[in-house]
């Protein structure tokens, strides 16, 4: 099974800050990464899919790089309305998730 | 507009069944493949089952297999899963969720149905 590291658990910034998450797999997992926000009491929504590709209707200051093993998913300037957790997936070897960063402002 | 709305959930013993339904709307929902995703308490996600667009084939974690079953009637977009031998590690938010046109991520998720499994 290929295990999803996220880091850090728990990211404080301020408003306007840009923001960046990592997802570490344990194994190359070839770009097939995709990251979910998680708002509190809602369902995940579909940020990035594939490394970088912008799902519909997502701000165009969340990005996503990547390569190999390693992730990252970035915020280029914060906004209120951004505070959630956020979870990396994988689906090179059927489906795994993170177990999240939890964004708040500070 | 996209709709999954999940119905079913509940409190149930540990050994026993449950179904969980998802009704979808919105969209063609044989084009799609479809999948059932859980969330325990204050955790993380784990994905549970998904069924190909014809519902001929179907796909488990070990954490799962051999109990639950995955599966969909097209002429009433509808997505259902039967969860039997419960146990406790089976409480969670179950969401139903539409797999996106490359199979490999949840683009559209339902609002979630709880089960608990408890005595």
Redesign the interface.
Known sequence: DIQMTQSPSLLSASVGDRVTLSCKASQNIYK?L?W?QQKLG?????LI??TNSL?TGIPSRFSGSGSGTDYTLTISSLQPEDVATY?C?Q?NS???????TKLEIK | EVQLVESGGGLVQPGRSLKLSCAASGFTFSNYYMAWVRQAPKKGLEWVATISTSGSRTYYPDSVKGRFTISRDNAKSSLYLQMNSLKSEDTATYYCARLGTGKGYFDYWGQGVMVTVSS
């Open positions: 097939y995709n979910y809602e369902a995940p929504k579909l899919y594939y799902q979870f997936q689906y059927w489906f795994t998730f993170g177990s999240g």
